[in-house]
């Protein structure tokens, strides 16, 4: 069966138009000619394009008046390009070993009439890496003038919009289906990388795509961890398992973080759970607009020092979710930490998380949600359970 251009958008056409018309605005205010985007997000969000390719060098050129986007990428790129996004005018850097597709790039700017002219490039992204922009940097000299695009395009994204907010939803449902799950099955003597598996297997077969990071599974004396490790673990009678992991769908990102105990819970443990809920509670109630995420930091400081675990505390507690392509589910800036100006606005959605761990006694606790910032209270896109999980 044929398949039109563009059949495979995630959101209407007209939808997409906006976004570009509104990046469009925000480079001619600037008095900027041009983007370099070479984020996978903001192209999803800009046009549809879904790809991993961004893994090697690709870049579109939006450009300040109303010409057709053009995208530089590889071949194997070309029909999926075609058939998910808005894009029409697609352009293909061909391998070998003196490949330099900075010079194809410049071909498009010289033929788009852009020398001399002030062009944003997208630093912050996983899909510019330091090799690629130094060939850009070498090739173009000064045939332009390139400039830090300051996170333009993520912010434009950063309220989402009724379609965004459907696709987060769902994403909630799923994820409070996962954690469901993944309780249902945890058990002693499994290792910690079957409830791993379960999680996947829950996502996946509720119509998730695959997470963009791996998941934290973290048992034992490594549940005080804040990052994922390697070689499965098996649980014990008496043990703790973290979980924190995402949840997108169509590339929307939700994430959980959870605690579950086994055998019986000693006093500073249980503990260490009334404070982390106590304050993501009364963090969640901050979730309003006009409240900065620098205020909710205070809180969640607040309430681990009144606790006595001020040496547990991070220096950033949550971050905005949406779109995320691997190799995080993070949608950065902006961040929760001391000090941070950005103020909530109704259709944010974040990822707050109150996770501390004593690396003394080796107890670890974690529970975080996403939640939608609203005109009024916030509304929670995932659910955590009532209490505190014990397996016993």
């Known amino acids: 069966m044929a398949v039109l251009p563009g059949s495979m958008l995630p959101f209407p056409k007209e939808e997409h138009l906006a976004r570009q018309a509104r990046l469009r605005a925000a480079l001619a205010e600037r008095g900027q000619a041009a983007m370099l985007v070479f984020s996978q997000e903001s192209l999803f969000w800009l ?32 029909i999926q390009a075609r058939q998910t996004s808005t894009i029409e005018d697609i352009r293909i850097w061909w391998d070998a070993d003196d490949a330099n ?31 690629n922009l130094w060939r850009c940097q070498t090739t173009f000299g000064d045939w332009c003038r390139l400039e830090d695009d300051n996170h333009l395009i993520r912010w434009l994204r950063v309220v989402k919009s009724p379609a965004e907010i459907a696709f987060m939803r769902r994403a909630g449902e799923i ?12 058990r ?30 973290n048992s034992g004396p490594r549940a005080v961890y804040g990052r994922g490790v390697t070689n499965p673990r098996r649980i014990e009678a008496q043990d703790q398992i973290l979980v924190e992991y995402p949840v997108p769908f169509r590339h929307y990102n939700v994430k959980t973080e959870w605690m579950i105990l086994f055998g019986k819970v000693p006093d500073r443990q249980r503990h260490m759970y009334d404070v982390a809920r106590e304050t993501l509670v009364r963090m969640t109630d901050l979730a309003r607009p006009g409240t ?22 991070y220096g950033a507690t949550g971050y905005s979710v949406g779109i995320s392509f691997a190799p995080t589910s993070m949608d950065v800036p902006p961040m929760i930490y001391s000090g941070s100006a950005t103020v909530c606005r109704p259709g944010m959605t974040l990822f707050y998380h109150v996770m501390s ?25 995932t659910g955590l359970p009532d209490d ?3 397996i016993t």
């Open 175 to 186: 994820c409070d289906r996962s954690l469901d799950r993944v309780i249902a099955a945890a």
């Open 292 to 313: 900065t995420l620098g205020e909710i930091f205070d809180c969640y400081a607040a309430g681990l020092d009144a606790g006595g675990y001020r040496a547990a505390r």
């Open 101 to 131: 597709p900075a010079r194809d790039l410049l071909e498009i700017l010289t033929e788009l009439g852009l020398k001399g002219a002030r062009v944003a490039i997208e630093l912050n992204t996983h899909g510019l890496t330091g090799w």
């Open 47 to 78: 046009t549809g394009y879904d790809t991993g390719g961004y893994v090697f060098f690709q870049c579109a050129v939006v450009t300040a008046d109303d010409r057709p986007i053009v995208l530089l990428t590889r071949r194997p790129d070309l």
């Open 388 to 390: 505190l999980t014990v």
């Open 188 to 217: 002693p003597g499994m290792l910690d990388s079957e409830l791993k598996a379960v999680y996947l297997a829950s996502i996946l077969g509720d119509g998730s795509d695959m997470p963009p990071n791996a998941a934290l599974f």
């Open 357 to 381: 761990g004593d690396a003394d006694s080796g107890y670890a606790m974690g529970v975080g949600h996403t939640l939608l910032v609203t005109e009024g209270a916030a509304e929670l896109l």
